[in-house]
């Protein structure tokens, strides 16, 4: 029997942390020491003229490509950089450490596996650190690495390892959305426990980070469960000539979520008609099953009329439907939130209308907790806020579905896109009788 070459796994992280913290330096050295730069690259590394003490090339300039950054010495814009390993394939996001950047880091980090929150073994535990930590749980990723950066400068201090992983435990339980927390001590400037195991820990027991990026489980981020296919287009080839293609009709998109499977019973919502699969395609070829993150074309049994925006889904565990929202964002204008004010909100494959009914509270990040009724949001504030929409939704809540639960605001007029939002799970589910109408 032939062997089945399987697809090698891709893992998505970003990195987060304060300013100076260490994080693009640790970027450049997973990719300088994982072999993973060309050799023009590594010229003009030792080309540069940032050449730091000691001889060493300044590895963070892999990422900090933007001439203020590479002058101040700091992240401003995300980076996004690829690497591969034979076990494992990697894309990781360089986001900035700022305060004012936080909107930069919610960015980033909204499509990540894991994240990696970078400690400065001198200053521990600072609010940024708390900051970073609280979003990597509010966008849901399920995996958190806390690397303990700069080591070396605290003389690889088991106790001092000890007294960070502590406070960050201390909080941790607030948080309650990871499903493993890693804390990993390195010195990403000399490249101790990044790629190659420190013999300065003979304390730490556990992996380097470059072996636990390549081992940690996550075949079971995905959603599998419930079906959500968010139709983007109807796939109509216009090609007269071919007459194998002529009555084609397919409904393109990606799986947010669920298996779909030839034969399978589906509910074309918002309309609630019910059909059939009949088939699947992806680019060249049929096949008898896909299942989410997946991009194909579905071909359904009965002719109903679907368009870009519509949702196909599973006729067990239905989503929400509903034009009353209830999230959670993070505002990223200069200009405050206010209630009252009227915005584009794009969630899935479809832009409604929408407005901001009320702005319940406001979080402080230094306790977790919410503050009130604010008057607005500021630019990098994280609130909870209640909007309506010009049409019902059908959606799920962002801890349920990170594709089906996730929307952006836009302001209207100048199509900037101003908060990133996490729905709260819906209080009305799509009603079954919906699925009655068989035709």
């Given amino acids: ?42 010229e003009a590394l030792e080309r540069s003229a940032d050449i730091t003490g000691g001889g060493q090339i300044n590895l963070a300039n892999l990422t900090d490509g933007l001439r203020a950054e590479r002058e101040q010495g700091i992240t401003i814009d995300v980076a996004y950089r690829y690497f591969a390993t034979p076990k494992r394939k990697f894309i990781v996001a360089d986001t900035p450490g700022h305060v004012q950047y ?104 556990g992996p380097n980070l470059l072996a636990h990026l390549e081992n940690v489980h996550i075949a079971s981020d995905w959603n599998l469960s419930s079906l959500r296919f968010p139709v983007q287009w109807v796939n109509r080839p216009n090609n007269p000539t071919d007459h194998a293609l002529h009555d084609f009709r397919g409904l393109s998109g990606q799986i947010a979520s669920g298996i779909v499977r030839k034969g399978q019973q589906v509910v074309v919502l918002p309309i609630g008609l019910k059909t059939t699969v009949k088939d699947i395609w992806n680019y060249d070829h049929s ?20 368009s870009r925006g519509d949702m196909i889904v599973g006729i067990e565990d239905l989503p929400g439907r509903s034009s009353e929202l209830h999230a959670r964002i993070c505002w990223m204008n200069q200009r405050p939130l206010q209630a009252g004010k009227k915005y584009f909100l794009r969630h899935a494959t479809q832009t409604v209308q929408a407005i901001v009914t009320s702005i319940e509270s406001r979080i402080n990040m230094d306790a977790f907790e919410p503050e009130p009724e604010p008057a607005g949001l500021a630019m990098n504030d994280i609130g909870v806020i209640r909007l309506k929409t010009a049409k019902p939704l059908i959606f799920d809540g962002y801890t349920t579905n990170r594709l089906t639960g996730s929307f952006i605001l836009i302001e209207q007029g100048t199509n900037a896109t101003v908060a990133a939002g996490m729905l709260h799970a819906p209080t009305e589910a799509v009603k079954p009788e919906y699925t009655d109408f068989a035709i």
């Fill in 102 to 205: 936080t909107r930069n880091m919610v960015t980033g980090a909204s499509t990540a596996n894991l994240s990696i929150v970078l400690v400065d073994a001198r200053q521990g535990v600072i609010e940024q650190t708390r900051r970073h930590t609280y979003i990597a749980s509010l966008l849901g990723i399920p995996h958190l690495v806390i690397a303990v950066n700069k080591m070396d400068l605290v003389g690889w201090s088991q106790e001092r390892f000890q007294e960070i992983r502590d406070e960050i435990e201390s909080f941790l339980p607030k948080l309650d959305v990871f499903r493993d927390v890693k804390f990993i001590p390195i010195s990403a400037l000399n490249g101790d426990n990044v790629v190659d195991t420190s013999k300065h820990t003979p304390w730490y027991e």
């Fill in 1 to 42: 029997m032939p062997h089945t070459q399987h697809p090698i796994e891709l893992l998505r992280f970003n990195t987060c942390g304060s300013v100076d913290d260490g994080k693009s330096t640790l970027i450049g050295r997973l990719l300088y020491d994982s072999k993973n730069l060309m050799e023009d690259q590594i």
């Fill in 287 to 306: 096949m008898p099953e896909a299942f989410c993150p997946q991009s194909v074309t579905l071909c359904l049994e009965h002719d109903i009329d679907v």
